[in-house]
């Protein structure tokens, strides 16, 4: 009784709650965060300008991935307003023809790209989607299956593959392990959450060709930007090309995405496929689409400072493992539903990760889990709840895309369905990946 009651009165462990009850109560994530931190400062007997003296240093541990989502939603900006997105709608218009698979094979190769090698994020989705829906009423698609090719592609590049937002995720899981006492190579990383990837590859062929393979009808509605573009490559549009595959080798040379995608821009702006005097619009149209996010970052990783500042991770630490089963598989398994609750919560795998790894990596080192089997677990834990989280982009980008003529639903045609495919696989994979590791 005692233990659980030292359990049950920990600064970390209260806070966390706090933070995923406000985050199912709908407050706002940054509100929720810093509310959070503060539970956690005064239970712990920290005076309030400690803590936000702590929470504002914190904050500096995020600041090479915010700087990466605010730059890269700035090159997002540059190749839509260069007309390239819209060069690509007609492009697959004129392929697909009347083939459903084709459609969605692109599809997801799109959503892939967007996340590795042009890093975009969700921004194409609005732009590329609503000219194709009379396509896939035409081909009788059900949009749920198409609400989880997006979700994969937005999602399975940054667990398995270490370029793009793969860089972000899994320099900020190398960064945090570092943080909390566990050595562990960059390299490492993508070689144990791969496993990760083909679980959801798993997900995905279940969602196509079990799930949602059957036909769906919707109406013909006329919506903005229905009519494909059918517009042909131009000098500037293959500059953009440019641009991209330069942004690309630069962050896997230098392993740093801010300046890969300064590069890009440089090159955009230099060659004149954005006027000079419109640099600062799409600066600011590039905060505009992710410095949310990016300010997530940084507010999640201040918290995380501020937990580790209380001295309650260690207690917390003591405090669970009497009361965990001796089963590796069991523990993991706890983990892993825990990190489904705070992720469905946030919205964000990457503004999770601080959280978890402050929490769970103790605890993972006093039972004995080898490096590899720590990287699967803290990304698996991260990962889950993003596919299926109202709040997330990976099913906030395809709902704005697949809902453009009013029948898609957000919850049961997106959330919904992406949850059941893609959390369900990550957890049976995360725990295969720990055996094989062991």
């Known amino acids: 009784m005692g233990t659980l009651a030292h359990l049950l009165s920990n600064p970390a462990l209260i806070s966390v709650i706090v933070l995923c009850i406000l985050c199912v109560r709908k407050v706002n994530v940054l509100l929720a965060i810093i509310i959070s931190t503060l539970v956690a400062g005064l239970v712990s007997g920290m005076n ?14 995020n600041s090479e991935t915010a700087l990466s989502y605010i730059l890269l939603g700035a090159f997002a900006a540059t190749m839509a307003h260069s007309g390239f997105t819209d060069v690509i709608s007609g492009k697959i218009a004129n392929v697909v023809s009347d083939k459903k698979y084709v459609l969605l094979t692109i599809l997801a190769l799109i959503a892939m790209a967007s996340q590795n090698i042009v890093p975009i994020h969700i921004a194409f989705i609005p732009i ?39 860089l972000i ?37 279940i969602a196509l060709f079990i799930s949602y393979r059957k036909p769906r009808i919707y109406e013909d509605k006329t919506v903005a930007n229905s009519q494909p573009a059918n517009h042909t490559f131009r000098k500037k549009h293959w500059i953009v090309i440019l641009a991209a595959v330069v942004t690309f080798v630069v962050q896997l040379i230098t392993k740093s995405l801010p300046l890969g995608a300064l590069v890009g821009l440089g090159i955009i702006f230099t060659f004149g ?74 919205g964000t795998s990457f503004g999770t990760i601080p959280i978890l790894a402050v929490l769970f990596l103790p605890i993972c080192v006093k039972l004995g889990f080898n490096t590899h089997q720590m990287v699967v677990l803290l990304a698996a834990a991260a990962a889950l709840g993003d596919a299926g989280s109202p709040a997330s982009d990976t099913t906030l ?9 009013g029948q898609h639903n957000h919850i049961f045609d997106t959330c919904i369905p992406t949850f059941l495919h893609y959390n369900i696989a990550l957890i049976l994979f995360a725990l295969i990946g720990i055996c094989l590791f062991g």
């Open 397 to 405: 980008g395809p709902t704005a895309g697949l809902n453009a003529d």
């Open 273 to 346: 496929v954005i006027p000079q005097e419109k640099m600062d619009h799409m600066m600011n149209e590039g905060i505009y689409l992710m410095g949310y996010i990016a300010f997530v970052m940084l507010v999640a990783a201040g918290f995380a400072e501020v937990l580790k500042e209380t001295g309650a991770i260690e207690g917390l630490v003591n405090s669970v493992l009497p009361i965990l089963p001796a089963n590796i598989y069991l523990t993991s398994l706890i983990i892993l539903i825990i990190g489904l609750f705070i992720t469905i919560g946030i």
């Open 48 to 61: 309030v300008t400690h803590i936000m003296n702590t929470f504002i240093s914190g904050m500096g541990g």
């Open 128 to 166: 590329i989607i609503p000219p194709l829906l009379k396509i896939m009423n035409k081909l009788e698609i059900d949009r749920r299956a198409v609400a989880c090719v997006l979700a994969f592609g937005l999602k399975m590049p940054y667990i398995a593959i270490p370029a793009g937002f793969g």
């Open 169 to 205: 995720f899994q320099n900020l899981i190398a960064d945090n392990m570092i943080q909390n006492g566990v050595n562990v190579a960059r390299g490492e990383i993508w070689q144990s959450t791969v496993i990760l990837g083909f679980g959801m590859l798993v997900g995905l062929l």
